[in-house]
């Protein structure tokens, strides 16, 4: 009985991440003007989280406006990379490419995809604006 309240449970925690709303900077990532974007993520120094961040070449004003938040304001704690490119996926986008940046042995590796809009049915891209 304990294991099908737990499976229960499991599938339908599974379920709601698969079709959260994703927000960058108070914005729903489905309806950003642009066609590709770049997430990076890096484990925190237990290993047990990944922190990610988004660039959709928005300007970067304070620190942590890039980070994914929930529609509660929230910040979303995913546990892997794997994790995050699902979460992207069922939210319209597509993975396109990917590298890893290591400065040194001692600092963990810093992950980025790059990925891809994957319907032409979204919000145009708006014309990039001129930088300051």
């Known amino acids: 009985m304990k294991n099908l309240i737990l499976t229960a449970l499991l599938v339908g925690g599974l379920a709601q991440l698969a079709t959260a709303q994703i927000l960058i900077e108070g914005e ?21 989280k990944v ?16 980070k ?29 490419d990917s590298y890893i940046v290591q400065e040194t ?7 980025h995809f790059i990925l891809e809009r994957r319907s032409d049915d979204m919000p145009a891209p708006a014309a990039p604006s001129p930088r300051q």
């Open 68 to 96: 994914l938040t929930g529609p509660d304001g929230k910040p979303l704690k995913l546990n892997t990379m794997m994790e995050a490119l699902n979460l992207f996926y069922a939210n319209g986008w597509k993975y396109l």
């Open 28 to 48: 729903d990532i489905r309806t950003l003007p642009v066609h590709y974007i770049e997430i990076v993520g890096q484990s925190n120094i237990w290993g047990t």
């Open 105 to 111: 042995p001692e600092v963990q590796p810093v992950i």
């Open 51 to 66: 922190r990610i961040q988004v660039d959709f070449g928005q300007k970067y004003g304070h620190w942590g406006l890039d």
